[in-house]
Each structure stands twice: as structure tokens, then as C-alpha cells.
């Protein structure tokens, strides 16, 4: 008979002693507990005593987290939070520097657990911390768990990062200013940085006066990719939190000081792989210099204004070399209006006005310009051959360009802010000082050339814009490492391209509509379903590594969990960096029975998106969340690092639940391993000698076996 659902099996371990090994009974009060395990081992004054885990995090338990105590979990009787907070505290300022050493190096271990930090924040630690700093008398390693210590405690959020003084972080800044100064302290010096910027607005202020953005560049030029991704992470929340006149102004300093091509020599086209990280902190970078368009891109050109209209006539007069334009007022005023038809503009007496809408806004004119002036025999050579045709398939220059400006804004969200986890950087925005407008410039002879291969009318531009968006998207998820690749793939990419690959795409859907097609579709569909279920499990089996939300993202604080291979037990664990490859099931301490999973949700429905505000406004996020809900009412959250591996792990769970796998990859899985066995049983049919008499006997079509390689 199994044992009570609130009665746990444990061992407790003492230094010293022999391991004891009793049953916690989950409703009796935790001090109790410890009163009697303290009992067993002869020990006086229990409420100095608490439980903590012996292995991986060994944080506190706490009647708040005693639910997650599994059977089989061995923990360790340890001196409570508030003792060696008040401990750890006398020692960090004691006058023996060896002694110090190591109650530092204990607290930066301990500040980690929240009930401790706790403890330790109540009795002033953090002041105590932060004068040892300001004091200047610390250094290499000693000063190193210091900081580690400070921030550990500090990321909790239970003080504000507003109370601390211009003193220390002047001497936090300085660790960052010195030529010379050790690795450790160099990182957890630009992290609290970082955080001070992100966390208080007045600090955003007293921090960008002491630091330079020269020498946040300088570490980018280091061999370290960790220094690397704190300082651009320095430099994107000084971007991120900077009033709006002043980022236009920042982003000419590190135009000034060859930010981008340092980025690209020193970190894209390094010798070392782009961890995830700072991918992530690329792609910000990334986003937050797009959005220095948002004010063009929401600014109406003011039909009144001459220095706005005079842009027009500049484009005017490069198209048409407008040196020779009659005396006459009237007739310049009929050429005028004839050239901005030729133009493309749709208002061709006062194209100012096609300027009115936002977005694009003026910088859809921005644009146009810099085509004009930078690429002018490209510009020159668009607007004549469209302007000298008479079959009314011209490509209206004009009209395209302002739609095209709206499309990419749209393509890479200019003006949103960046999502907390994404890595979608594109490696070509680093190799041109005026990217967007040489992606504009490309983009613009993409629509001219595909206009022309769809022989597309006036009345056809929304579809010519449709196959133009598909053509740009197809080309940034192959991830072109310059502009001069993405016109390669733009050139793969022809109109007469899209279409096959929209067929194709399509086949599953329009193909095999006839009734005896669908009633082999149907038959074949239950084994197909059961190949696809078996591969999730098997990748359930193989396991896959999850990032911990909650704590500073270059900790790489990360958990891994995957399914026994009888698909009886979900194993999972802490680990302190990212795994290559298989993870042993001996290293996973934790486990769920599969036969307590209640369920599985997903998204908003998940613990861990309600109780986090900040990620529920997070689109992305909510997308790859989902939650195992198992008796006696606990959770293990998931946020996957894709969503590839969503779809693979709740399809695995559905099906190890025995329910119906609902992901878009099962449903595109099925659609095309379907086609590919009606292909080859169709095949085999068209092979068959049918003898007129006497007729065969029907014979089933024999079954085929799939290898398909989903990784």
C-alpha cells in the first residue's frame, strides 16, 4: 500500500553523525520536525536550527516551500538563516584577513537563497557590504565575493537600489575605468552597473556620468566573451534608459568610436561561437538602433513646409535633371506634375501629401533620398524604365517606396521594445554604418524586379507587396551574414521561386481531394501519428537543457529535464552551465512519476506567467511557457529555449498523458510524412500489372518505415 501522499521519505544528514532516516509528516509544523531530528542527535536549542538541501542549490526549506520535498531527497540539518546571517556578519568584519576571506566567500555562496538573504538584509548586511567597498581596501579575491555577495542579494528586489550612495558607485565605476583589474571583478562591477541603470532612473544619471563609452568599448576588444556581453549589456541599458534627446546624440558617439565594426571583427566574425546570451544582447542592441527611426517613421511631412518640399524637388531634379525646367510659372507647373507621375507619387500635383500617413512618414522621404544621392544610377535607372513605359505596367517608384518603408518597419518592429529572451539578431545590420538604408536600397530593386516578373498593373500592387514581404522574410530566416549575401538569396528567391515553394507548401492541403485519395489518407494517418509520438518520446528521453528564469541572465543559470527510458519517471536538475550532450540520469536529482501528472498547460494558463507581471506582457515568452501539474498540487515550469522544442516536449507530454498532440509541428509533420507515403504507395501502384483475368485478390498496401530526422 503506498504511503500517504503527505508523508515524505527523507535522509537528514549531520556532520559528524550517521545520516538519519525518517518520514515528514507535511502537517505537522516544520519546527516540530526540526525539534525532533535535533532530538535524535542530542542537540539543545532547536530554534537555532533549520533544514536545508544537501545537494545543488542547498537553499533553506521553509514552510512556504516544504511542499517540494520529494521522497528520497536528502537534506541537512544547518545553523537557521537569521544565526549565520548574524555569524557571517561579525566575521565579514573581523580584523583577521584569512578569516574575512572566508566568511565572504561563504556569503556570496549564501546570498543566493531568498531566506537568508532576508535575514541578512534586516540586519543592515547589505550597508555593511557596501561600505567595505567604498572603503577601497579590498581587492582581487576578497573583493571579488564582495560584489558577488552584494549583487546576489540585491537581485532579490527586496531593497532599493536607490538607496545607495554616489561614493560607491563611483567606486564601482572605477573597477570598470582601470585599465587593469581582474576578470571576476571587472564582470560583477559592469552587472551591478547594469542593474543600477535598468533599476533607478537617478542612477541612470550618476552612472552615465561616470562611465565613458569609450571604455565600455574598449572591453569589447577583449579575448573574453563574457566582459564582451556585460559590457554591451552596460551600453544597451544606458541606450534603453537614456531621455529621447539624448539617444540620437549617444548613438554618434559610438557611430564615432566604430562601435559596429568592432562588434563585427572582435565578435561576430570572431574565433569563438555566440552564446545564447550574447546573441540575446546583439539582438537588443540591434532593436534599440532601429528605433532611433521611430520618430521619422511617426513624423508627417507639414505639405507647407519648403525645406520638406524641397527634398521632393531634389529627387525631382536627380530623376530629370530639372536644370532646364521652363521660365513660365503655369508651365512649370504642368511639368512638375507630369515628372512626380513619372515619380510614381500618387498625388501628382502635391505629392507632399503621400507623406501624410504614419507610419512611414518622413521616413519613407529619408529613404528615397539616400537612394537617390548614394545609389543614383540604381535610382535614375528604377525611375526611367518605369516612367518610359506605355503598357500600363509600370512600377510606380513613389508609391512603392513609401509602401516598402511601412513593410520593413513592420518586418523588423522598429519602435517596439526588445523581447526578454529573443536571440534574433541578423549578422548584416553590423557590416554597414547606414544599414537600414542599404537594406532599404536593396529591398527597392527586389520590388522593381519582381514587378516586372509578375508583368504586375496598378491594380495588382498589394499582391506584388505580398510576394515582395514574403521574399524579404524567406531571405532574413536564412540569417545572410552581409548585404551582399542577402541579394544572393534575394536573387534565389524570383518570383517563379515563390510560387513553387508556396505549391509545395500547399501540396498537403490541395492535393489528393479525390474520396478514394482521402480514404487512404485516412487509414495511413494512425501510423503516421504513432511514428511522430514515438519520435517526441524519444526526444523526451534524450532530454533538452532549460534556462531558470528569475535570476540575471550571464549567470547561465540553467536545469535540465528528460524522460526515463521506460516513460515511467521525468528526471530533472540544476546544472552549472549549459550541457553538451547527454545528461546521465545519476546528475538529476529531482523527479516526477508520470503517473502524478495531472495535466499540462500552456501559456497564460502557466504558475510561473501569472505570477510574473513582467513576463506577462511578454508575448514571446507566454509563448514557449508551459507548466506539468502534478498531486499534491505542485508544478514544474518550463519556458522553452525555442519553438521548436515547445512543440516537441507538450506534444511529448500529451502523448505520454495519452492525449492528442494539437502543436503546429505534429500538424505540419503529419501533413508531409503523409504525402510522402500516399507518394510512394502511389508509385507503387502505378507499378502493378493488372492481369484481365483472373481478377487479384485486393491485398493491403504494405506499410512503410519512416526515418525522419526532425533535429
Given at each position: 500500500m503506498p504511503p500517504p501522499s503527505d508523508i515524505v521519505k527523507v535522509a537528514i544528514e549531520w556532520p559528524g553523525a550517521n545520516a538519519q532516516l525518517i518520514e515528514i509528516d507535511q502537517k505537522k509544523p516544520l519546527s516540530s520536525i526540526i525539534r525532533e531530528v535535533c532530538d535524535g542527535w542530542s542537540l539543545s536549542g532547536s530554534e537555532q536550527f533549520a533544514l536545508r538541501y544537501a545537494d545543488?542549490?542547498?537553499?533553506?526549506?521553509?514552510?512556504?516551500?516544504?511542499?517540494?520535498?520529494?521522497?528520497?531527497?536528502?537534506?541537512?540539518?544547518?545553523?537557521?538563516?537569521?544565526?549565520?546571517a548574524r555569524q557571517l556578519l561579525e566575521r565579514i568584519q573581523s580584523h583577521g584577513i584569512d578569516a574575512r576571506l572566508e566568511a565572504l566567500k561563504e556569503l556570496a555562496k549564501l546570498s543566493a537563497d531568498p531566506t537568508f538573504a532576508t535575514e541578512f538584509i534586516n540586519m543592515e548586511g547589505i550597508g555593511t557590504l557596501a561600505r567595505l567597498v567604498e572603503s577601497g581596501t579590498h581587492f582581487g579575491e576578497m573583493l571579488a565575493f564582495t560584489l558577488t555577495a552584494f549583487l546576489e542579494l540585491m537581485d532579490h528586489g527586496i531593497v532599493s537600489w536607490d538607496l545607495l550612495s554616489l561614493s560607491f558607485i563611483k567606486q564601482i565605476a572605477g573597477y570598470v575605468n582601470q585599465p587593469m583589474v581582474d576578470v571576476s571583478i571587472l564582470q560583477r562591477s559592469l552587472a551591478i552597473l547594469?542593474?543600477?541603470?535598468?533599476?533607478?532612473?537617478?542612477?541612470?544619471?550618476?552612472?552615465?556620468?561616470?562611465?565613458?563609452?569609450?571604455?565600455?568599448?574598449?572591453?569589447?576588444?577583449?579575448?573574453?566573451?563574457?566582459?564582451?556581453?556585460?559590457a554591451i549589456a552596460l551600453i544597451n541599458a544606458l541606450f534603453l534608459k537614456a531621455p529621447e534627446d539624448r539617444r540620437q546624440e549617444m548613438a554618434s558617439t559610438l557611430a564615432q568610436k566604430h562601435l559596429r565594426s568592432i562588434i563585427l571583427n572582435h565578435i561576430i566574425r570572431g574565433n569563438r561561437p555566440i552564446k545564447a546570451e550574447m546573441a540575446h544582447q546583439l539582438y537588443v542592441l540591434q532593436v534599440l538602433t532601429f528605433n532611433l527611426l521611430e520618430e521619422r517613421m511617426m513624423t508627417k511631412m507639414d505639405p507647407n513646409d519648403q525645406a520638406q518640399r524641397d527634398i521632393i524637388f531634389e529627387l525631382r531634379r536627380i530623376a530629370f535633371d530639372g536644370e532646364n525646367d521652363p521660365s513660365g510659372t503655369e508651365k512649370r507647373k504642368a511639368m512638375y506634375t507630369k515628372d512626380y507621375k513619372m515619380l510614381g507619387f500618387t498625388n501628382h500635383v502635391n505629392p507632399a501629401m503621400d507623406f501624410t500617413q504614419t507610419p512611414p512618414g518622413m521616413l519613407a522621404l529619408d529613404n528615397m533620398l539616400y537612394l537617390a544621392k548614394l545609389h543614383q544610377d540604381t535610382y535614375i535607372r528604377i525611375v526611367l524604365e518605369n516612367s518610359s513605359r506605355e503598357d500600363k505596367h509600370e512600377c510606380?517608384?513613389?508609391?512603392?517606396?513609401?509602401?516598402?518603408?511601412?513593410?520593413?518597419?513592420?518586418?523588423?518592429?522598429?519602435?517596439?521594445?526588445?523581447?526578454?529572451?529573443?536571440?534574433?539578431?541578423?549578422?548584416?545590420?553590423?557590416?554597414?554604418?547606414?544599414?537600414?538604408?542599404?537594406?532599404?536600397?536593396?529591398?527597392?530593386?527586389?520590388?522593381?524586379?519582381?514587378?516586372k516578373e509578375m508583368r504586375a498593373t496598378a491594380e495588382d500592387f498589394n499582391k506584388v507587396m505580398q510576394v515582395v514581404r514574403e521574399q524579404i522574410t524567406r531571405a532574413l530566416a536564412m540569417k545572410p551574414s552581409s548585404l551582399d549575401q542577402l541579394k544572393s538569396k534575394l536573387r534565389g528567391?524570383?518570383?517563379?521561386?515563390?510560387?513553387?515553394l508556396r505549391q509545395s507548401e500547399r501540396m498537403s492541403q490541395d492535393d489528393f481531394q479525390s474520396p478514394p485519395i482521402i480514404e487512404l489518407r485516412e487509414r495511413i494517418q494512425p501510423e503516421i501519428l504513432e511514428l511522430i509520438k514515438q519520435q517526441r518520446l524519444n526526444r523526451l528521453c534524450e532530454g533538452s537543457c532549460f534556462r531558470k528564469l528569475g535570476n540575471r541572465?550571464?549567470?547561465?543559470?540553467?536545469?535540465?529535464?528528460?524522460?526515463?527510458?521506460?516513460?515511467?519517471?521525468?528526471?530533472?536538475?540544476?546544472?552549472?552551465?549549459?550541457?553538451?550532450?547527454?545528461?546521465?540520469?545519476e546528475l538529476l536529482s529531482d523527479k516526477i512519476p508520470v503517473s502524478d501528472i495531472k495535466s499540462v498547460v500552456t501559456g497564460k494558463d502557466c504558475p510561473h506567467m501569472k505570477e510574473k507581471s513582467a513576463l506577462k506582457q511578454n508575448k514571446e515568452v507566454l509563448e514557449l511557457a508551459f507548466s506539468v501539474l502534478y498531486d499534491p498540487d505542485e508544478t514544474l515550469n518550463f519556458v522553452a529555449p525555442n519553438k521548436y522544442e515547445y512543440c516537441i516536449w507538450t506534444d511529448g507530454l500529451c502523448a505520454l498523458l495519452g492525449r492528442e498532440m494539437g502543436s503546429d509541428l505534429t500538424r505540419s509533420d503529419l501533413d508531409t510524412l503523409i504525402s510522402m507515403e500516399m507518394k510512394l504507395r502511389l508509385l507503387d501502384l502505378e507499378n502493378i500489372t493488372i492481369p484481365e483475368a483472373p481478377p487479384p485478390v485486393p491485398k493491403e498496401p504494405s506499410s512503410y518505415n519512416f526515418t525522419y530526422n526532425y533535429s
Open positions: 545543488g542549490p542547498q537553499l533553506y526549506i521553509t514552510e512556504q516551500s516544504r511542499g517540494e520535498i520529494k521522497n528520497g531527497t536528502i537534506l541537512r540539518l544547518a545553523i537557521s538563516p537569521a544565526r549565520a547594469e542593474s543600477m541603470v535598468l533599476n533607478s532612473h537617478s542612477l541612470y544619471h550618476r552612472v552615465a556620468q561616470e562611465i565613458t563609452v569609450g571604455q565600455l568599448i574598449g572591453h569589447l576588444q577583449v579575448s573574453n566573451q563574457e566582459i564582451q556581453t556585460y510606380p517608384f513613389g508609391r512603392c517606396a513609401i509602401e516598402l518603408t511601412r513593410m520593413l518597419c513592420e518586418i523588423l518592429q522598429v519602435g517596439e521594445l526588445p523581447n526578454e529572451g529573443c536571440n534574433d539578431y541578423h549578422p548584416m545590420f553590423f557590416t554597414h554604418d547606414r544599414a537600414w538604408e542599404e537594406f532599404f536600397c536593396v529591398c527597392i530593386q527586389l520590388l522593381n524586379k519582381t514587378w528567391l524570383s518570383y517563379s521561386e515563390i510560387l513553387r541572465r550571464r549567470q547561465e543559470k540553467f536545469w535540465f529535464c528528460r524522460l526515463s527510458l521506460n516513460h515511467k519517471v521525468l528526471h530533472y536538475g540544476d546544472l552549472d552551465e549549459s550541457p553538451q550532450g547527454e545528461v546521465p540520469f
